[in-house]
C-alpha cells in the first residue's frame, strides 16, 4: 500500500508481486486514517483526508459500526472510534513477545527516583512505549502513555537504536521522516545526528535535553539482545526543573547497571578486557 501525502493509491512497491488482500489493506488504512484525524469527523471529511471514494468509505464504516468499533454521533452525523481498539491494544500488549521480566526494571527505576520510567522499542523507524510507570509520589504525570510513538533523532531511546543504523538506513529514515524540529534543541540536520550518534555509542547512554519537548530531560540506556544488537531503551524522564545536575552522574551509572542486568536478561555479555 503506498501512500503519497494521505492517499491510498493500492499496492506498495514493498510487496509488488505477493499477492494481498486488497479489501482487509483498505479497512486498515480507513481505520489508521480516523486516528490521524484526532476528533470525530463526516463521511466527506474522512475520505478527503485518505483519498477514497466516499462510497467505498461508507462500506467499511458501516462494517466497524456491526462490530463495535466506530461509532456514528446522530446530532451531527460525525464518525469517531470506539474504545474497542484499545481492548485489541492492551491483548496485543500482553501477547506481545518481548520478555514481560523488563517491566521490573522501569518501575524500579520509578520508585528509586520518584520520576517517570519507561520501555520502549523500535518499529517502523519509529519509538513505540510498550511500558510506563510514573514516579510514586508524582501528582504530575508526563504526556506519555503505552503505545504513544516517538521519532528516533529527537529521543534518547531512539538514538540508542539508530547505534543499529547503517548509513542506508539513515539515509532512508532522513526520507522518510525528515528531522523535524519539535523545540529549539532538537536535531536536525545528518551531520549533527551522526555526531551524536558517535557521542551515544562512546558513552553507552543517550540524553534527550528538552529536544522532544520543552522542559523535560530524559536519560536512556540500551537493552542489548545476545547478539549486541539494542533492541530496546530503558528512560527515566523528568523536568528539568526536578533533574538536578549534580545527581546526573548518579543516576547514569544507576542507569548503567539497570542496562547491563536487563540486557543479560536477554543472553547479552559485555566483552571482557584481557
Known amino acids: 500500500m503506498e501512500r503519497k501525502k494521505g492517499i491510498y493509491t493500492g499496492e506498495s512497491s514493498k510487496s509488488a508481486g505477493i499477492k494481498k ?5 483498505k479497512a486498515l488504512y480507513i481505520l489508521e486514517g480516523m486516528t490521524k484525524i484526532h476528533t470525530p469527523a ?17 462500506r467499511f464504516l458501516n462494517t466497524y459500526i456491526d462490530f463495535g468499533y466506530v461509532q456514528q454521533d446522530s446530532g451531527n452525523a460525525c464518525y469517531y ?3 474497542k481498539l484499545t481492548e485489541l491494544g492492551s491483548r496485543a500488549k500482553d501477547t506481545f513477545p518481548f520478555p514481560h521480566s523488563l517491566v521490573k526494571y ?17 518499529h517502523a523507524m519509529q519509538m513505540v512505549y510498550i511500558a510506563i510507570e ?17 521519532p528516533m533523532h529527537a529521543t534518547g531511546v531512539g538514538k540508542l537504536h539508530l547505534m543499529n543504523y547503517s548509513e542506508a538506513q539513515l539515509i532512508e529514515l532522513e526520507r522518510k521522516f525528515g528531522f523535524p524540529l519539535y523545540t529549539e534543541h532538537t536535531i536536525s540536520t545528518m551531520d549533527a545526528l ?9 558513552q553507552d547512554y543517550a540524553v534527550d535535553d528538552e ?5 523535560v530531560r530524559c536519560i536512556a540506556v540500551p537493552v542489548r539482545d545476545y547478539t549486541g544488537k539494542v533492541v530496546a531503551g530503558i528512560s527515566m524522564s523528568a523536568p528539568v526543573t526536578r533533574l538536578d545536575p549534580s545527581k546526573i552522574d548518579e543516576i547514569i551509572r544507576y542507569l548503567k547497571v539497570i542496562s547491563l542486568q536487563a540486557s543479560r536478561e536477554l543472553g547479552w555479555e559485555p566483552a571482557t578486557v584481557a
Open 134 to 150: 510514573e514516579g510514586p509520589n508524582r501528582m504530575l504525570q508526563t504526556f506519555r502513555r503505552i503505545g504513544w510513538i516517538a
Open 42 to 58: 463526516r463521511l466527506q471529511d474522512i475520505a478527503k483526508s485518505i483519498g477514497m471514494p466516499p462510497s467505498t468509505v461508507l
Open 194 to 202: 551522526k555526531i551524536e550518534i558517535e557521542r551515544v555509542k562512546q
Open 81 to 83: 472510534l470506539t474504545l
Open 211 to 215: 529536544e522532544c519537548e520543552v522542559g
Open 21 to 25: 488482500n486488497q479489501s482487509l489493506r
Open 106 to 122: 522501569v518501575k524500579q527505576i520509578a520508585e528509586t527516583f520518584n520520576e517517570s520510567s519507561s520501555l520502549c522499542v523500535e
